[in-house]
């Protein structure tokens, strides 16, 4: 068959919860340098060090240096740990990651335009797991008040995008499939349907997260949206590769 009637498609390596430490430094570097040999961008998917600590971020960034694609990532809660996670952005921008919060971004890769909107996101429960908005710490009620907040901006940088491709990348999950595994009792904690929704209506292609430590990789929104949960404790490996074709 000739070259010019072969698919056309974006490899997307992704992985989430490198909880980046003094323990684990250098685990991911050596797969990430040859990166390029298995995808063609590297997306991020928050809790990227263990407790947002700059001696950690200083860490990550030696890990990500120079690589040979594309990476672009979002915070996750552990990176705003100690209130630093505007420093951590910046100190990754500064070596060429693209940092997405509420935002998106273009990027042309073999010949497609490949649009990926990024959030934290945050927790609100899903249908059958209500979360609990109004009760408990402070930070558990402002966790609950940012996933539907955070929805709305992803539907937003997702509707700014006028690619052959879109991603919808946050560090909670959008869906409880992909919770499964976890205590359903904690379930609210870890996403909302609310970035299901925004997922659903802001037509993107893939769905990434990570978060649920004990979940599970592969699910779906209500819409029929892939979703994966890319968490590195999920895929015990350094990443997992998706191959995307342009919507026909």
Known sequence: ?????????????????????????????????RVDEHADVLLLAGDLTEGGRMSEADLLCAELADLPVPVVAVLGNHDHDHKLGFRISAQLSDI???????????????????????????????PGYPGTPDEGTEEHRARMRRGPLDALLLRQALDTLDTEIRVALMHFSPVVDTLAGEPPKIYPGLGCQALGDAVDAGRASLAIHGHAHSGTENGCTTGGVPVRNVSYPVLARP??????????
């Open 239 to 248: 990443y997992a590769l998706y191959d995307i074709t342009p919507p026909q």
């Open 96 to 126: 060429g990651v693209h940092m997405l919060e509420g935002t998106a971004i273009t990027l042309e890769l073999n010949g497609i335009r490949l649009g990926i909107a990024g959030v934290m996101g945050g927790s609100g429960g899903f």
């Open 1 to 33: 068959m000739p070259a010019e009637s072969e698919q056309r498609s974006i490899r997307i390596a992704a992985v989430a919860d490198m909880h980046m430490r003094t323990a684990v430094a250098g685990r991911f570097r050596p797969e990430f340098l």
